[in-house]
């Protein structure tokens, strides 16, 4: 079983990207989905939470109202909008499983789950 993330590159301030984090070989919809990012020297902070059935969508303060979290289920895919991009978005950004299927837990960097490999946002100003 893996997830996959995809969908990451260089974009100006003020503009957009749509990062997906797709998964393979396990049961997505028994899954919230969280996406976490990490910037150099800085510990990784939790971003957005969508739970199984994209019901209960959860933001960190600094992206409210910018990124947009939903999730397509039959293809497996969850799906992070970015607009509005700033330089201080710019960060490797990961997806991960979370059995807590209803995004009601805290944000732990270390969760156990299945991890992305990360896919790198460059935003310049």
């Known amino acids: 079983a893996q997830v996959v993330e995809s969908g990451g590159g260089l974009v100006q301030a003020g503009g957009s990207l749509r990062l997906s984090c797709t998964a393979s070989?396990?049961?997505?919809?028994?899954?919230?989905i969280r996406w976490f990012r990490q910037a150099p020297g800085k510990e990784r902070e939790g971003v957005s939470c969508?739970?199984?059935?994209?019901?209960?969508?959860v933001y960190a303060d600094s992206v409210k109202g910018r990124f947009t979290i939903s999730r397509d289920n039959a293809k497996k895919t969850v799906y992070l909008q970015m607009n509005s991009l700033k330089p201080e978005d710019t960060a490797m950004y990961y997806c991960?499983?979370?059995?807590?299927?209803?995004?009601?837990?805290?944000?732990?960097?270390?969760?156990?789950?299945?991890w992305g490999q990360g896919t790198q946002v460059t935003v310049s100003s």
């Open positions: 991960v499983t979370d059995t807590n299927a209803y995004c009601t837990g805290t944000w732990r960097p270390t969760m156990s789950g299945y």
């Open positions: 969508i739970s199984w059935n994209g019901g209960r969508k």
């Open positions: 070989g396990l049961a997505f919809d028994d899954y919230a």
